[in-house]
């Protein structure tokens, strides 16, 4: 005698999820961030507080300290805002266009990542000092493109590149031509397309992009001081002033200074963030 066959149904089974559950994954990541992350922050706020106030404002906004995150904070905004119009262009080149070295361009954007700081510092500064391929024909011009801020400009701008390109560019993959194509046949020119449908589609990126270059920009070390000349009230970046008040032994200042630039960064980076969440909701909306 046949049996009828009937679907099994999964309803009410719970689903298998490679993963751990909520609460454990949960605990996980935030012990993982906490011991990582969290822990040297608060350490370091708790270092500062031991000085205090009188003691960490005198270290903290000497006239040295100040010149300092002026050249730190200017020099990563500049070359932040370098790096999102020029980071901007060459991640539509990779994505729009197919020649060949496509693939050895793409490897070399991200040669910054891998490349020792020291390193890139030392080839910064034989092709820009007065003697170098690109400096000597500058300071025949009269232009000094080492060991003034200039150098410390341009050894940000080869640190930041590949933080506004590799933001970029899966934006303007996942876009697609269908947007500019449909501009196109409303009879939208290439600018207005580019300024009306585009940009505003990838602005959030570019923030972003923006946002962690000039992060990296101003706690950078390795690659600035060879090329900066580090000339205190001139050439001297924050980190530089923080690495030789260890030397001198001078702990409280260099933990006023470090608690300084560890605050603005935060804080840029959480306005960042505040604006890209409210950015995400009006769209949504």
Known sequence: MATAAFPVSNKGRG????????????????????????????????????LGPAHFAEAAFSRRAIASYELSFGAALVAAAVN????????????????????????LVDLPFALPTAVAGIALTAVYANT?????????????????????VIALTFIGLPFVVRTVEPVLADMGHGLEEAAATLGARRWTIFRRVILP??????????????????????????????????????????????EEYDYAGATAIATVLLLASLILLLLINAWQGRELRRRSA
Not at 84 to 107: D, I, N, Q, S, T
């Open 201 to 246: 589609e990838i602005f959030p990126a570019i923030v972003t992009g923006f946002a962690l270059a000039f992060a990296r920009g101003v706690g950078e070390y390795g690659s600035v001081i060879f090329i900066a000349g580090n000339m205190p009230f001139k050439s001297e970046i924050s980190p530089l002033l923080i690495v030789t008040k260890l």
């Open 15 to 50: 689903r298998h999820s490679p993963l751990p559950g909520l609460s454990l994954t949960l605990g996980i990541t935030f012990t993982w961030l906490g011991i990582l992350l969290l822990l040297p922050l608060v350490a370091l706020f708790i270092k500062s507080l031991t």
């Open 84 to 107: 999102a119009v020029f980071g901007l262009l060459v991640a539509w080149v990779l994505v729009r266009y197919r020649f060949p070295g496509r693939r050895l361009l793409g490897a």
């Open 132 to 152: 170098g391929w690109v400096g000597k024909p500058a300071a025949t011009l009269g232009l000094q493109l080492a060991y003034n801020p200039v150098g410390v």
